[in-house]
């Protein structure tokens, strides 16, 4: 099965500097909106059956002009929903960068909880159940490998992927997911392979269509990674 991790386009509260955390109505700002429309083009061609999507407004934007093209309607998981900051919702990044929080947040997330929220380690618990479970349901349903598309938030997303590389939540924070952008993870039997990262350019196309085989096998894979 292979997934497709878009964020949402940018929003108003992105390019305000503000947490915008689960706020209702946070919309798309006027580039949000021409990337949600160009999402369409970016992912033509590829076989998508399904989309799932976080219940924020700001997600459900970035779908509508994609689900219209397809002819899919998106189901709503609350498990993709954005991270719940708490106390810190709201306020702006600029503030929250003295807090003594702060720092948990960049160099130990796995321990980072946030007043009145949730910890990144359960958002990023949540969230890979979430991912697995619509893989198996759909592999079930189809009885065939599925190409999905999931929309989400930024922290979300590199929880998903920090997982899917086998590094430890710590290290998420190395991971990038701009507004828009696409990450591409194919799960196998022997492990889940990291297709794309950030991807934020005119096609996916090539980048799926190359992705590993169910089994996990290539014809020009060497055991141990060398080229030698």
């Given at each position: 099965?292979?997934?497709?991790?878009?964020?949402?386009?940018?929003?108003?509260?992105?390019?305000?500097?503000?947490?915008?955390?689960?706020?209702?109505?946070?919309?798309?700002?006027?580039?949000?909106?021409?990337?949600?429309?160009?999402?369409?083009?970016?992912?033509?061609?590829?076989?998508?059956?399904?989309?799932?999507?976080?219940?924020?407004?700001?997600?459900?934007?970035?779908?509508?002009?994609?689900?219209?093209?397809?002819?899919?309607?998106?189901?709503?998981?609350?498990?993709?929903?954005?991270?719940?900051?708490?106390?810190?919702?709201?306020?702006?990044?600029?503030?929250?960068?003295?807090?003594?929080?702060?720092?948990?947040?960049?160099?130990?997330?796995?321990a980072?909880?946030?007043p009145?929220?949730?910890?990144?380690?359960?958002?990023?618990?949540?969230?890979?159940?979430a991912?697995?479970?619509?893989?198996?349901?759909?592999?079930?349903?189809?009885?065939?490998?599925?190409?999905?598309?999931?929309?989400?938030?930024?922290?979300?997303?590199?929880?998903?992927?920090?997982?899917?590389?086998?590094?430890?939540?710590?290290?998420?924070?190395?991971?990038?997911?701009?507004?828009?952008?696409?990450?591409?993870?194919?799960?196998?039997?022997?492990?889940?392979?990291?297709?794309?990262?950030?991807?934020?350019?005119?096609?996916?196309?090539?980048?799926?269509?190359?992705?590993?085989?169910?089994?996990g096998?290539?014809?020009?894979?060497?055991?141990?990674?060398?080229?030698t």
């Amino acid at each position: 099965m292979t997934v497709i991790l878009v964020r949402h386009g940018r929003s108003s509260a992105n390019t305000a500097g503000v947490l915008a955390g689960r706020s209702e109505g946070v919309a798309l700002d006027a580039l949000g909106r021409e990337q949600a429309a160009q999402l369409v083009d970016r992912l033509a061609g590829l076989p998508i059956k399904a989309l799932v999507r976080s219940p924020l407004l700001r997600c459900r934007s970035t779908l509508e002009p994609l689900a219209a093209a397809l002819g899919l309607d998106p189901l709503i998981d609350d498990r993709l929903v954005e991270v719940d900051y708490g106390t810190w919702t709201g306020r702006k990044m600029s503030e929250l960068t003295g807090e003594p929080l702060w720092r948990v947040v960049q160099a130990q997330p796995s321990a980072a909880v946030f007043p009145g929220g949730e910890g990144l380690a359960q958002v990023q618990a949540r969230a890979v159940a979430a991912v697995r479970d619509h893989d198996r349901e759909l592999a079930e349903r189809h009885g065939a490998d599925v190409l999905w598309l999931a929309c989400t938030h930024g922290d979300v997303i590199k929880a998903v992927i920090a997982d899917a590389l086998g590094v430890h939540l710590d290290g998420f924070q190395r991971i990038t997911a701009d507004p828009a952008s696409a990450s591409v993870i194919r799960y196998t039997p022997l492990r889940p392979f990291v297709i794309h990262l950030n991807h934020t350019g005119d096609s996916l196309a090539a980048a799926v269509r190359n992705s590993p085989p169910a089994d996990g096998s290539s014809s020009d894979a060497v055991v141990g990674g060398s080229t030698t």
